[in-house]
């Protein structure tokens, strides 16, 4: 089993920014790959960004150049950089890790929501 702490997300104005934080714990599993998945009300969950232990990342179209994904291996924490947030950023966030190739865990969710 995989344990997470995320934090970070609120209310924004437009263009402004957020910092989400997931910190992963297991006694048991190694984790590779970390990454981040938001879901809107009423839509399909997706990738937003993922990142390896060796530091490739992937980004949804969506959000490169404004998003940038992190992670501190030692801590097997996972952080995403959120700026110019635009209104069809709102969404609950969910951290995501692999342990292996297949086998991958989910945090609870943190709501972000971009709002005038």
């Known amino acids: 089993q995989v344990q997470f702490v995320e934090s970070g997300g609120g209310l924004v104005q437009p263009g402004g920014s957020l910092r989400l934080s997931c910190a992963a714990s297991?006694?048991?599993?190694?984790?590779?790959?970390m990454g981040w998945y938001r879901q809107a009300p009423g839509k399909q969950r997706e990738s937003v960004a993922q990142?390896?232990?060796?530091?490739?990342?992937n980004y949804a179209d969506s959000v490169k150049g404004r998003f940038t994904i992190s992670r501190d291996n030692a801590k097997n924490t996972v952080y995403l950089q959120m700026n110019s947030l635009k209104p069809e950023d709102t969404a609950v966030y969910y951290c995501?890790?692999?342990?292996?190739?297949?086998?991958?865990?989910w945090g609870q969710g943190t709501q972000v929501t971009v709002s005038s």
């Open positions: 995501n890790a692999y342990v292996d190739s297949v086998r991958q865990f």
């Open positions: 990142i390896t232990g060796g530091g490739i990342t």
């Open positions: 297991t006694t048991v599993f190694s984790i590779y790959v």
